[in-house]
């Protein structure tokens, strides 16, 4: 039986659905709001939330044009970023304390070395590679080094590009991963997020657990998903959808996660065994 265990909490066949928040840096570089972000996924009844570090100098450069259209002109995707990576290493160390004291499994996506090292320091209890880094060999290996479980998701790649992380965290002696399908399309439209590929990847990865990445408008896609076999589910999370960035408009809000949450657990009750 496939499965992982990430704070105690078995994810994977038989198990029920792992749901993710993913907060991302909805938090505007404000820990108030990363707080009310944490509050908010607690109170939505989902599993776990997640962040994301990163800094804009390592991640883009200053001319590259935005991959998303927020309805702000003249402005590159460095701007952008450089203004979500203001937090430092104190407040995200407030952050995660706030998680644990609100009991709720906290997480994050490092898109560079330095960011592993920190999220390490804060005792995380699992990581994400986001789609962009699957063929970032070099911190797939870092990531995996620290012998946690590792959420990876697959957007754009190709099979061959999944084996090749796949055996990158292998190499490392983890075997605790989850392969995430994932369309890298903000937002993507419900009729481009090819389910079926969940089917793929279960049967492509027998002995990984697989879950969806979901970046759609709606929560009927993801309910789908986990009708198709998805064990885990992870969604955009904000507190308002009207909120200027790249994902607040395929986020959903609280009201709108928890009922998603609490119709991927109908579904499963549907399913049966």
Known sequence: MRKINVNGKN????YPCYTIAEAGANHEGEVEKAFHLIDAAKESGVD???FQNYTASKLTTKTAPKYWDDGIENESQFDVFNKLDKLHDDEWRQIFEHANK?????????FDMESVDLL?????????IASADITHIPLVKKIASMKKP????????????????VSAIQDQGNEEMVIMHCITSYPTKSEDANLEMITSLNQEFPDYVVGYSDHTNNIEVPIAAVAMGA?????????NRKLKGPDHKCSLEPKKFSKMVKNIQNTELLLGK
């Open 11 to 14: 994810i994977g066949d038989n």
């Open 48 to 50: 776990a939330i997640k």
């Open 102 to 110: 609100k009991n709720i499994t906290c997480f994050s996506t490092p």
């Open 120 to 128: 390490e320091s804060f005792g995380v209890p699992a990581y994400k």
């Open 150 to 165: 590792v959420f990876m998701s697959t957007g754009m790649a190709s099979i061959e590009e999944i084996h090749d992380a």
């Open 231 to 239: 064990s885990i589910i992870e969604k955009h999370f904000t507190l």
